[in-house]
């Protein structure tokens, strides 16, 4: 995982400004698996009360726009992740927990409506229930 000043290093390249709304937004999402907004903005008001949910989103879009940040959409609900290379995702429909999937490369699924397709990118999110949901 990179590390804080890597993340400051990268704000730079992109033209950002390593502002403290967007450390504490970054640690965030370096804290937390995969936040929705509002994870985000729980986090950062336990260190900066003053930041808004507002603030949240704009750095959220600012950082989306630098490609520093991907968004995941299920079911309606966004959530973020810091980690930029190409990985699949489990969800867990009965506690929520998102977490990664490395998929060994190479292992690519082949389907036939898309083999005339040239495909560079392929991220899955599986869902089902998670080891711990499946004994309760
Ligand atoms: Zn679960
Ligand atoms: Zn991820």
């Not at 502002?19 to 729980?42: C, K």
């Not at 986090?43 to 490609?67: C, F, H, I, W």
């Not at 429909?93 to 977490?99: D, F, K, P, T, Y």
Request: net charge negative; aromatic share 6%.
């Amino acid at each position: 995982m990179a590390s804080e000043l890597t993340f400051d290093a990268l704000l730079r390249e992109n033209g950002l400004r390593a502002t403290p709304q967007r450390a504490i937004v970054i640690e965030a999402l370096m804290e937390l698996s995969h936040p929705d907004a509002d994870a985000i903005f729980g986090y950062a008001q336990e260190r900066q009360p003053s930041m808004s949910l507002a603030t949240v989103y704009n750095v959220l879009d600012k950082l989306r726009g630098a490609g520093l940040v991907h968004m995941l959409d299920l079911h309606g609900r966004r959530y973020f992740d810091v980690r930029l290379e190409h990985h699949d995702h489990v969800h867990c429909r009965q506690c929520g927990q998102l977490a990664d999937v490395n998929r060994p490369f190479g292992t690519r699924l082949v389907v036939p409506q898309l083999t005339a397709w040239q495909i560079d990118d392929q991220a899955l999110i599986w869902e089902g229930l998670c080891p711990e949901c499946q004994q309760g």
